[in-house]
């Protein structure tokens, strides 16, 4: 993981049973890239969440760089 998402991004098995939280905050990465996905928009986010942009874009980024390291299968076609 590079420095900026280092910084950014905590995992402490007390907080949230392990899972990547924004720094000083409680906000799995996971709700802030589920809502987005949900079809929130940033400012929607930033709002619901009490988080910044940047944190959003954190988020995003921390996200992408999982998918670097996932392993991928091809999902079968519908019948």
């Given at each position: ?16 049973h ?29 709002q619901?969440?009490?988080?910044t942009?940047q ?20 999902m079968?076609?519908?019948?």
């Open positions: 993981m590079n420095t900026s998402l280092h910084d950014s991004i905590t995992i402490d098995t007390e907080i949230q392990g899972k990547p939280v924004l720094k000083g905050t409680r906000i799995p990465i996971a709700i802030i890239i589920g809502s987005l996905a949900g079809g929130m928009s940033y400012e929607e986010v930033m619901e969440y009490a988080v942009q944190q959003i874009l954190t988020s995003l980024a921390y996200f992408a760089e999982l998918l670097n390291y996932e392993t991928i299968y091809p079968e076609k519908a019948s």
